[in-house]
């Protein structure tokens, strides 16, 4: 190769390395953001969307028996202190969120987080996953929660690797503020996001931004079941999927109402269960998750729950599907086109979506969910089981 050559061969690498290094210098802003806001939203059918009051009353629409309701979370968190007084923060919506002109953003005391279990289980854990007419050879993986120390989770049990992102909290900011709160709004059937949203107060600097996506549709399942005791989960697949997580709870009831053996299933073919797989997840994340078997597919429309979990929970069976959304993210200011230039991140803003159904299962009825039979009828949730069902699954529907 002539000398001439290779010195331009090299200086065109030399250029080509430069502008790889200023382009990774910039991934990340030289300073900021200041303030962070994350926005969650829930489409809420089959029995969860069947609860009444309280809190459920503010973040679903008042549960007065419609049988689909909406979810919203609103988290502000910034690296500054109210400029005067009191924390205060605002988010003013369009319309068709029928909230009224805006929901105040509530700065508390203390956030306490979700208990994963909230009350001690007794007997044994029998946990199978994956799609199929049977359990394969290996499962259940078999906890006898007798002879755990007091207060101990076994290991294993929840999901490790995907962690729940809850984005800005109390902990990570030095003022936060969240909603719902104690207001008497709450987002309803018909309450739509897409149009300009702004949030302003004392302690971050204005945000301000359009969202292009609704709500997800809600999802629907039928449970067929097999003559070998299997059951098929069938559901039509709704626009903006990016995935798909079925889970059932199920066991046996002792004398006075006592839980006796448990056993938990994952559509999962990794044994995956609870921690950041109950939440909003990103496109990003599912597509991952896809890969390594532990969500399933967009495409998919079915999956068979193995024989092995009706046989070992012949009392109930609690189950839940999600269906994992878009994202939309903004920031400001844009990045700048020149890479050398410093990016000074004010604001940075996203809202995540997802859609999911829960239903339950027990000799003679189907609950929250269409049956072999077509049945549906009316399950409100309570406490005890309801409270550790809630916690079991991620969600906090209750139970009957």
Request: net charge positive; hydrophobic share 35%.
């Amino acid at each position: 190769m002539p000398k001439r050559r290779s010195l331009v061969i090299a200086a065109a690498c030399g250029i080509a390395l430069s502008t790889v290094a200023q382009l990774a210098a910039q991934t990340k802003p030289a300073s900021g953001p200041i303030a962070r806001y994350d926005m969650r939203a829930g489409t809420i059918s089959g029995m969860g969307a069947m609860g009444a009051g309280g809190a459920m009353g503010m973040m679903f629409g008042g549960g007065r028996g419609n049988s689909v309701q909406h979810e919203l979370y609103l988290r502000l968190g910034s690296s500054s202190s109210p400029a005067k007084g009191s924390p205060k923060a605002d988010h003013f919506m369009p319309p068709s969120a029928r909230l009224g002109k805006s929901v105040a953003l509530v700065t508390p005391r203390e956030e306490k987080v979700p208990e994963e279990m909230p009350q001690k289980p007794k007997g044994r854990l029998l946990i199978y996953w994956g799609c199929g007419e049977h359990a394969p050879k290996g499962q259940p993986v078999v906890i006898d929660f007798s002879r755990l120390a007091a207060g101990q989770m076994p290991q294993g049990l929840w999901s490790s690797t995907i962690l729940r992102d809850w984005g800005p909290t109390l902990q990570n900011s030095r003022t936060f503020g969240r909603w719902p709160a104690e207001d008497g709004k709450f987002v309803k059937a018909d309450s739509a996001l897409p149009g300009p949203h702004r949030i302003a107060g004392n302690y971050s600097p204005e945000i301000s931004f359009t969202l292009t996506k609704d709500f997800m549709a809600p999802l629907s399942v039928r449970n067929t079941s097999m003559p070998s005791g299997a059951t098929i989960l069938r559901w039509t697949g709704i626009p903006g999927a990016t995935g798909y997580l079925a889970v059932v709870f199920g066991g046996k009831q002792g004398p006075g109402g006592e839980m006796g053996d448990m056993v938990m299933w994952s559509s999962s073919s990794t044994r995956q269960f609870g921690g950041g797989l109950g939440d909003w997840i990103s496109p990003s994340q599912v597509a991952a998750l896809i890969r390594d078997r532990t969500v399933m597919a967009p495409a998919t429309t079915s999956c068979i729950v193995p024989a092995e979990v009706k046989r070992d929970g012949p009392d109930f069976r609690f189950g839940t599907l999600t269906a994992y959304g878009p994202e939309e993210a903004f920031s400001y200011p844009p990045r700048p086109a020149d890479p050398r230039a410093a990016w000074n991140l004010e604001w940075t803003a996203r809202i995540r979506h997802r859609s999911s159904t829960s239903w339950m299962q027990m000799p003679g009825m189907s609950m929250g969910a269409e049956g072999s039979q077509g049945q549906q009828q009316e399950c409100r949730p309570r406490g005890g089981l309801g409270g550790m069902l809630g916690g079991m699954m991620g969600g906090g529907g209750g139970g009957c």
